[in-house]
């Protein structure tokens, strides 16, 4: 009789610890999530339930293949954009634009594959972060600021996610974006070749006060010539060093169409990526021996600035009005 009341008292001990057990690891796992701590990483695709709604990504350091979550990979994508010191407001619409473009990218990929991509919707070297930083990347980035950081980036992707830029036909547009102007944007068609009625040049005059919104860069008349033999190596160097420059054709924003050098007809990108310049949007003085580059802006200036969304968000505008702003008549819709 004794044993048989010791065995019940065991049994109703056990059973009246487990519900503090499960109390005790919902409340770990509630205080892991509150810390700020990452709760998903990347993982291989084989180890993701194909159900979930995911970016398949090419991750060339390693030739591997991986999933990771469209919520993660915003985070991420935001990150790498745009540092955590922006404005609220202009994180949000970095997070609308970024989620539109890649979610085109992916559209479109998954429709038409491409074979080099084994299946994934775009390339990426992770390792080095481009597109996204992963969370061991931004840890490393920010430091002892990764905690207000990422709780920032998170919260302003959170109150947007799933909202996307479609036209009127309900497609995602091409929400590019680029991270400095000359002043104003870019059409589409001056800098792609393609006519957008969402990528209109529009004013962005918060742009010039953006470090580095001007740049100086000097090459000597030997460096000259070698980087346009690289961009053409046709043309042909006759005549006074000052009068190279026959001709230049720009934008109504100042990016440059063509320039004539030497009688050789070059791109304002052929020209950008020759010297490495910030933009196409360009000064070209001879002096002393030396061709300086003034530059104006960062990146191609076609959709919206980045750094003209913070100075709009510093000045009362909501991520709506920034968007509307820079994308013209796209229209803001969620994806369920």
Not at 4 to 10: A, H, Q
Not at 230 to 250: C, L, Q, T, V, W
């Amino acid at each position: 009789m004794k044993k048989k009341f010791i065995i019940m008292l065991s049994l109703f001990l056990i059973m009246a610890l487990l519900p503090m057990l499960s109390i005790k690891e919902t409340t770990a796992l509630y205080k892991k999530e509150l810390s700020g701590e990452p709760q998903s990483e990347s993982v291989p695709s084989d180890d993701i339930n194909s159900s979930d709604r995911s970016f398949i990504i090419l991750d060339t350091a390693t030739g591997k293949t991986i999933h990771i979550s469209d919520k993660e990979f915003l985070y991420g994508a935001v990150a790498y954009e745009m540092p955590p010191s922006f404005e609220e407001e202009a994180l949000k619409a970095q997070a609308v634009a970024a989620y539109t473009y890649f979610c085109r990218l992916r559209e479109h990929e998954r429709k038409t594959p491409s074979a080099g991509l084994n299946g994934a919707d775009f390339s990426a070297d992770l390792n080095e972060g481009q597109f996204y930083y992963s969370n061991s990347l931004l840890k490393e980035k920010w430091g002892a600021l990764y905690n207000d950081s990422i709780k920032k980036i998170k919260k302003a992707c959170d109150s947007v996610y799933g909202q996307v830029l479609t036209g009127k036909d309900g497609e995602l547009i091409d929400a590019a974006y680029h991270a400095i102007s000359s002043g104003s944007t870019e059409n589409a068609s001056d800098v792609f070749g393609f006519e957008s009625e969402y990528l209109r040049a529009v004013a962005s005059p918060g742009d010039i006060y953006a470090p580095d919104y001007i740049t100086d860069t000097v090459f000597s008349l030997d460096e000259f010539k070698e980087r346009l033999r690289s961009a053409d190596g046709n043309i042909i160097f006759s005549g006074k060093a000052e009068e190279y420059i026959k001709k230049i054709d720009r934008t109504s924003s100042g990016t440059v169409r063509k320039i004539n050098i030497c009688g050789t007809e070059l791109t304002g990108s052929q020209i950008r990526t020759a010297f490495a310049l910030r933009s196409a949007a360009f000064e070209i003085e001879y002096a002393g021996g030396l061709f300086t580059f003034t530059v104006r802006g960062y990146g191609h200036g076609v959709g919206m600035s980045q750094y003209g969304a913070q100075s709009m968000a510093k000045n009362g505008a909501d991520y709506q009005e920034i968007l509307q702003h820079y994308y013209g008549n796209a229209v803001l819709h969620t994806i369920q």
